[in-house]
């Protein structure tokens, strides 16, 4: 559920080029479009970090976003089949959530996952990337810092 008390926030932009990093996922990890794995696995996770609504109301309000495109919402996924990570984008080269497993972090599930987007954007000619972060996240702040996001504005 979202916060009924509104959060100030950042807006961070990447820069994408030519020189974008790919992914390096850990051993025994890959990535897998949610469409292709049991989506509550995915919001098992987001729900793990994040206020989300309830999964019917999250599935059926992300597969009717005009944003939404299945190739953009991708799971870190264990050789096994355990959900660990998802970053969910939209078409407009925007990052709308990033979570990753509690036991999972530190092992740089996130960082791939961003990296992940930021070539599937790269490829599709976009010139940058945004996302939005609590202004008091810091960890988080410097987290999307590391991956050369750089504040462009804040609400």
């Known amino acids: 559920m979202k916060s009924a008390v509104p959060v100030p926030h950042l807006r961070l932009r990447k820069h994408l080029g030519p020189d974008i990093a790919p992914p390096v996922w850990a051993a025994g990890i890959a990535p897998v479009a949610i469409a292709e794995i049991d989506p509550r696995a ?3 996770v987001l729900a793990a970090s994040l206020p989300v609504a309830d999964f019917n ?3 059926a309000t992300l597969l009717s976003d005009s944003e ?3 190739e953009l ?3 870190a996924v264990t050789g096994a089949g355990a959900v660990v990570g998802v970053v969910q984008c939209w078409t407009s080269a925007f990052v709308k959530d990033l979570a990753v497993a509690p036991d999972w972090r530190r092992h740089s599930i996130g960082t791939s996952l961003m990296q992940h987007a930021f070539t599937l954007f790269s ?3 976009a010139a940058h990337v945004d996302l939005k972060v609590d202004i008091e996240n810091h960890a ?3 987290f999307y ?3 050369g996001m750089m504040e462009i ?3």
Request: with cysteine.
């Open 57 to 59: 109301n999250w599935h």
């Open 145 to 147: 810092a590391r991956l």
């Open 68 to 70: 939404y495109d299945p």
């Open 42 to 44: 995915a919001h098992a």
């Open 73 to 75: 919402c991708v799971a």
């Open 123 to 125: 490829r599709r000619g």
């Open 153 to 155: 504005s804040s609400r």
């Open 140 to 142: 988080g702040r410097q």
